[in-house]
C-alpha cells in the first residue's frame, strides 16, 4: 500500500481503506518475492496458466499481485519484454488506465450492490460469473491479452463457483484468470486442480513492523510493532486495527475465544450493543475475529493437532453469521454470543486452540 492520499473526488468502494491507495494502484509488493518470482518466470517464459489461484489470509497482498500480473500482461504480454520484477512504470498508460478501472483489457469481478436494497451482496452471484464469457469472447486488446480477477472467488455461490468451472474446462485462448481466496478450502476441488497456485504467507513481525512505520509516520515505533502482532502479519488488517477502535476490536476478539467457555454474557451483550453504534462495527469485528481464530488454528495446524476439519467448519460458520447479520440487520448481540457458543462447542469436541 502507498502512503496517504487525499480522495475526495472520489467514490467510495468497500475495499478501499479510507486514506490508502486502492490495490488497483498500488505498484508496492511487499514481503512476497518467491511469489511474485514464480510468477514472472511463467510469464517471461511465454507459457502462463490459464488461471492462477491465488490465496492468503485477507490484507496481505493478494490483489496487489494479482493487478501487477495484470498490468505486466497486458502492457508487455506473455514475454520477457518486460522487467523481470513484473514492473510497469507508474505513467505508463497501461498503469494509468488500470489505475483508473478503464482499460479495456481487464475486468474485475466482486461482490455487487443488490439492486434491490442498494446494500452489497453477500455472495458473488452467478450473473456476474457469467460476464466472463462476453468479456472473453471480445477482441483482445492492445497487448493482445485479456485478464480477469474475481475477488474473492470464497465469495461465489454454487452457480457461480459451477459456472467459473465449466470456463476453466474450456479455456479460450490469451486469456488469464486470476482468482484470489481468503479460504481456498472453501472452493470446488475441481476449481483448485485447474489453476497454478500462487500461496502468500503473513508477513513477518519485522517486515510489517517496518511497512507500517512507512504507511503510519505518525505513528510510535512501538505501536508499529503491536500492530504488526496483532495482525498476524497483515498490513490491510493492522491498518484497520490503526484506525477508530480497531485495536479494541481486536482485543475483545481474541477475549471471545480464550473466554468462550466460561462467557461473560453481559459483557457480551454490552460489546454487542458497542458494535451495533460504530459505524461498519459488525464488518471490523468479524473481520478480526476471523482473523485471531484462522492464526489459531494455523498454529495448531503446524503442531500436527487433530479434528482441524472441526475448527474449519466453525471458522466457516463464523463467516457466515457475520455476514448474514450485516446484510440482514440482525441483531448484533445474539449473534457475538451465537460465536461465542459455535466456539465453545467447537473447543469441547475439537480441543482448545
Not at 76 to 98: F, W
Not at 124 to 130: A, F, G, P, Q, T
Amino acid at each position: 500500500m502507498a502512503p496517504r492520499r487525499t480522495r475526495d473526488a472520489e467514490a467510495p468502494e468497500p475495499d478501499r481503506l479510507e486514506g490508502f491507495t486502492h490495490p488497483r494502484e498500488n505498484p508496492r509488493l511487499v514481503g512476497h518475492d518467491k511469489a511474485l518470482e514464480r510468477a514472472a518466470q511463467a510469464l517471461r517464459s511465454g507459457r502462463p496458466p490459464q488461471a492462477w489461484l491465488i490465496t492468503g489470509p485477507p490484507g496481505i497482498g493478494k490483489a496487489t499481485l494479482a493487478y501487477r500480473i495484470a498490468r505486466y500482461l497486458l502492457a508487455y504480454g506473455a514475454t520477457d519484454k518486460g522487467p523481470a520484477d513484473l514492473g510497469v512504470p507508474e505513467r505508463d498508460q497501461v498503469s494509468l488506465q488500470v489505475s483508473a478501472s478503464s482499460h479495456p483489457g481487464l475486468l474485475v469481478l466482486k461482490r455487487a450492490p443488490n439492486p434491490d436494497t442498494g446494500r452489497m451482496m453477500t455472495v458473488i452471484s452467478v450473473n456476474e460469473i457469467r460476464r466472463l464469457g462476453g468479456f472473453f469472447g471480445m477482441t483482445a486488446g492492445a497487448g493482445g491479452w485479456r485478464v480477469a480477477i474475481v475477488d474473492t472467488a470464497d465469495d461465489m455461490n454454487d452457480n457461480a463457483a459451477n459456472a467459473i468451472l465449466k470456463l476453466l474446462e474450456e479455456p479460450p485462448a490469451r486469456a488469464m484468470l486470476l482468482l484470489l481466496a481468503n479460504a481456498p478450502g472453501r472452493l470446488l476441488p475441481t476449481i483448485r486442480s485447474r489453476c497454478q497456485r500462487l500461496d502468500l504467507k503473513p508477513l513477518d513481525t519485522a517486515t510489517a513492523a517496518a511497512e507500517l512505520e512507512r504507511l503510519l509516520p505518525d505513528t510510535k515505533p512501538k505501536e508499529h510493532e503491536s500492530l504488526a502482532r496483532l495482525s498476524g502479519g497483515s498490513i490491510g488488517l493492522a491498518l484497520q486495527l490503526a484506525s477508530g477502535e480497531g485495536i479494541l476490536l481486536a482485543e475483545e476478539a481474541s477475549k471471545l475465544i480464550e473466554t468462550a467457555n466460561a462467557p461473560d454474557v453481559a459483557a457480551l451483550l454490552t460489546l454487542g450493543d458497542r458494535i451495533a453504534r460504530m459505524t461498519n462495527g459488525m464488518d471490523d469485528f468479524g473481520s478480526f475475529l476471523k482473523q485471531v481464530l484462522g492464526e489459531r488454528i494455523r498454529a495448531r495446524a503446524q503442531k500436527g493437532a487433530p479434528h482441524l476439519d472441526r475448527w474449519l467448519d466453525c471458522l466457516a460458520y463464523l463467516s457466515e453469521s457475520f455476514e448474514r447479520t450485516t446484510s440482514l440487520y440482525l441483531d448484533s448481540r445474539q449473534t457475538i454470543l451465537s460465536a461465542s457458543r459455535s466456539i465453545a462447542r467447537t473447543a469441547r469436541r475439537a480441543g482448545a486452540l
